[in-house]
């Protein structure tokens, strides 16, 4: 018996195509390793040369690159353990391997013009480092190109980018391009429209632009353009009356922050987008969205701008009205606060609402819920920019109460709470009012926690519920060094040892 399972064990062994040491992959095609090595980081595809000598050049065919400096950086790591990692040498030495690495990979490639994908990331970048390299010389992009992702990230002491450079001409012209994710990079004046007409997807992230005029030509040669993010892009020449109008009749996605210029007022933006779905806008109210209309297939909006112009301010929420979910900063409720009369448009569809609490009056989210007849889900937020110690709720009117309340608010998050004057009274009167609510949750303040412990929070779940099937949550995060008050414990059921304490 023992002697038929061996010999089936040999048998199987030594069939064609099974043996132990039998090498498969150098069977395949050069083409179709190439290919292979394609989805490999372009470090560890030009590693494979030391293979053999058949493999030496397969990686110069590869139709993706990606080239990237922190994995050159570490493999550095180990050498330099003994030098400061910040020093200037050590960071000269990193780039000078990164940018002949490159020059290497550029120079020894069999058909740049053949690429579909490449993807070029240089951190702690000097520019006169960067400029020897030949993707500064000599590179191109080729018809066949489907994604560019470039980011050259170095900053000065003045936040400004150190190592911008101007992407190829060749860039404007790919028929066949995708997506573009640019980052730290100058695009050059346009004299004429780009003729992008398959780029879907369109990131520009602290680039800088010669005008308004250029990026408006930019943007008008991506006629099927569904997603653009602006973030912190600057135009180096401003004339007077610059303003960008485009229409991108296939936007879905739109996101622009920190959009500014280098001297002088915002260029204003106007983009007709009537399939818009998602909207985030922050610090930057220069904005004008589908004439003067809501937009008709809003999903979701984030608006947090810093202006002055409440005017500005309201026509933004005017052509967003249509969202289902919205989140407002708490400075823009700050704005909307220092009228003595506001006139909010209605929200029809508006089920979701997040709202930052910062110093403003109480006021603003008591008209927004009468505002919003369908909301179920309302969210107090901490304002990013406050601590603790400026959180305030403020009084507010409740002449008539919110149809919202009566009739469709299910669900409320309270989030970084701390017991302030007035705060017990706002959660009374939505408990109070609420007459369809299932779940009240509210998560205390760690800060607040370690200061004045749980004692205050507790009180809170005693308040009147005029909904008997809403159930009010407590949720602490206690770290390890710090335990629950013996105060909360007593007010808690004893057999309750998990964080969260409800009724």
């Not at 170095?154 to 028929?175: A, D």
């Not at 109008?245 to 204003?268: Q, T």
């Not at 904005?287 to 409440?310: K, M």
């Not at 959180?391 to 409320?412: G, H, K, V, Y």
Request: net charge negative; with cysteine.
């Amino acid at each position: 018996m023992a002697t038929e399972e061996n010999s089936s064990k040999i048998a199987r062994r030594t069939e064609p195509g099974i043996g132990d040491d039998e090498d498969r992959l150098s069977s395949l095609p050069d083409q179709v390793l190439s290919h292979i090595l394609s989805f490999m980081e372009t470090k560890y595809a030009v590693g494979t040369a030391v293979l053999s000598r058949r493999w030496e050049d397969l990686w110069t065919r590869v139709s993706i690159l990606d080239l990237d400096s922190r994995l050159i950086y570490e493999s550095l790591n180990k050498e330099e353990e003994e030098l400061e990692p910040a020093s200037e040498a050590v960071l000269e030495r990193r780039e000078s391997e990164f940018c002949r690495f490159v020059d290497k990979v550029l120079g020894q490639h069999k058909n740049l013009n053949s690429l579909t994908r490449f993807r070029f990331h240089f951190s702690n970048g000097h520019r006169k480092v960067l400029s020897e390299t030949r993707f500064k010389r000599e590179f191109v992009f080729g018809p066949p190109m489907e994604e560019i992702d470039v980011m050259i990230r170095g900053k000065s002491k003045f936040g400004i980018p150190l190592c911008m450079r101007c992407i190829p001409e060749s860039f404007y012209t790919l028929r066949n391009l995708k997506v573009a994710k640019l980052s730290g990079v100058m695009l050059g004046a346009i004299n004429q429209s780009a003729l992008l007409p398959s780029v879907k997807i369109l990131r520009l992230y602290r680039v800088e632009m010669k005008d308004g005029e250029s990026l408006d030509r930019l943007l008008c040669g991506c006629h099927v353009l569904e997603t653009l993010h602006l973030k912190n892009c600057r135009l180096s020449d401003k004339n007077e009356g610059d303003r960008i109008e485009v229409s991108l009749p296939l936007l879905k996605n739109l996101k622009i922050s920190h959009y500014a210029i280098w001297d002088g007022p915002m260029c204003p933006i106007v983009i007709e987008a009537p399939n818009l779905e998602d909207l985030y806008v922050e610090d930057f109210a220069e904005l004008q969205l589908n004439g003067t209309n809501p937009l008709p297939c809003l999903h979701s909006a984030h608006v947090d701008v810093q202006v002055e112009s409440y005017s500005a301010v309201i026509r933004l929420l005017s052509q967003i009205s249509n969202a289902k979910k919205l989140n407002l900063s708490g400075v823009t409720l700050s704005l909307l606060s220092a009228v003595d009369y506001v006139q909010l448009p209605v929200f029809p569809n508006l089920t979701h609402l997040t709202i930052e609490i910062g110093e403003f009056q109480g006021s603003i989210w008591h008209s927004l819920l009468k505002s919003a007849s369908k909301l179920q889900s309302l969210v107090f937020d901490k304002e990013k920019t406050s601590g603790v110690e400026r959180m305030r709720w403020e009084d507010f009117e409740t002449a008539s109460t919110p149809e919202c309340l009566l009739s469709s608010l299910e669900e409320i998050k309270i989030k970084d709470l701390a017991i302030y004057p007035g705060v017990k009274k706002i959660i009374a009167y939505l408990l109070g009012a609420g007459a369809v609510l299932k779940k009240v949750n509210m998560h205390p303040n760690g800060t607040y926690l370690k200061l004045k412990g749980h004692k205050d929070f507790v009180p809170l779940l005693e308040l009147p519920k005029r909904s008997s099937a809403c159930e009010v949550e407590l949720i602490f995060f206690d770290d390890e060094d710090f335990s629950r008050d013996s105060d909360a414990e007593s007010n808690t059921s004893d057999d309750n040892d998990g964080e969260d304490v409800f009724l």
